[in-house]
C-alpha cells in the first residue's frame, strides 16, 4: 500500500495499539554498531558498518549475534563462539544502551495523540526486557505504555503471533481491536497471524527490504499521522 493511503475499514472500531519499539520509536542501529563492534573487537574480529547491522535487527538478540559471526565464520564455528560473544554483546550493550538512539520525528507526540484518543497502548519488541525497559525510561516513553513485554518475556517472540495475542487478552479486546504498529514484515506477519490490523513505517529497518513489500493496512510516515489515522474511533 501507498505512504498514506489507509485501509479505515479495518482500522475502524481499534481500541488499543502495539507498538514496536527498534525502528519505530527509537533509531537504535548506532547502539548496536557501538555494542557489536565492541563485541567484535573482543572475539578479535574486524569492525562491520552500521549499514550491515541494520538489516539484521528485529527478530531479536540471537538471530542478531549469530548474523554477525556467521558473516565470519562457518555453522560450526558460529556455535561455538555464540555464547562468549552473547555475553560480550550483553554487557557491552548494557553499558551504553541508548546513549547513541535517537526518537523518530512525532513519536511522543503520536503516543500523546493515541492516549489523549483513548487507545490503551503496550509495546511489544524482540529486544530482551532487560534492555528494553531501561531504554523506554530514559526516552521518557515508558509512561505511555500499560504493557511491555520484549523478545524474552514470553515463550515465542515476533513473527510468532503469541506475543500480540497476550496484549488482546491482557486488555480483554478482539485483536481485530487492537492494531499493531511496526517497520517490518516481522511486526506485519505476528498481526497477521493475530488477526490484528497493521499500520507499517517506512523509516525503520525491515531487514532490508522495502516496506512496500510487507503486507499492511497502511504505511504512515509517523506514530502522529498513525493516531491520526486511528481516529476518529468507533
Ligand atoms: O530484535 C530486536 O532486538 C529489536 O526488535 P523490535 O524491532 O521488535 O523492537
Known amino acids: 500500500m501507498a505512504a498514506g ?3 479505515h475499514a479495518a482500522l475502524a472500531g481499534v481500541r488499543a495499539a ?12 548506532p547502539d548496536f ?48 563462539r555464540f555464547e562468549q560473544a552473547m555475553d560480550a554483546y550483553q554487557r557491552h550493550y548494557l553499558a551504553i544502551n541508548g546513549q547513541h538512539s535517537t526518537l523518530y520525528p512525532d513519536v511522543i507526540a503520536g503516543l500523546a495523540a493515541m492516549k489523549a484518543a483513548g487507545l490503551r497502548l503496550a509495546c511489544v519488541t524482540n529486544k ?4 528494553a525497559l531501561p531504554l523506554l525510561e530514559q526516552k521518557k516513553l515508558r509512561d505511555f505504555f500499560e504493557i511491555v513485554y520484549g523478545g ?8 510468532d503471533p503469541l506475543p500480540l495475542l497476550q496484549v488482546c487478552r491482557d486488555f480483554d479486546l478482539a485483536p481485530s ?4 504498529i511496526g517497520d517490518s514484515s516481522n511486526d506485519a506477519q505476528a498481526a497477521r497471524s493475530a ?6 513505517v517506512p523509516y525503520g529497518y525491515n531487514h532490508g527490504h522495502s516496506i512496500h513489500e510487507t503486507d499492511s493496512d497502511g504505511i504512515v ?14
Do not use: W, Y
Open 18 to 29: 502495539i507498538i514496536d519499539l527498534d525502528g519505530t520509536m527509537l533509531d537504535t542501529v
Open 195 to 200: 488477526g490484528c490490523p497493521v499500520l507499517t
Open 152 to 159: 524474552d518475556s514470553l515463550p515465542k517472540k515476533k513473527p
Open 33 to 80: 554498531h557501538v555494542a557489536i563492534n565492541a563485541m567484535r573487537a573482543e572475539l578479535a574480529l574486524a569492525p562491520i558498518s552500521a549499514e550491515t547491522i541494520k538489516h539484521m535487527v528485529g527478530k531479536g538478540s540471537e538471530n542478531l549475534i549469530r548474523s554477525v559471526l556467521a558473516l565470519d565464520l562457518d555453522a560450526a564455528g558460529v556455535e561455538q
Open 128 to 131: 530482551p526486557i532487560a534492555f
Open 221 to 234: 510516515n509517523t506514530l502522529l499521522d498513525a493516531a491520526k489515522a486511528l481516529q476518529p474511533m468507533s
Open 5 to 7: 493511503a489507509v485501509n
Open 177 to 180: 481491536k487492537v492494531v499493531a
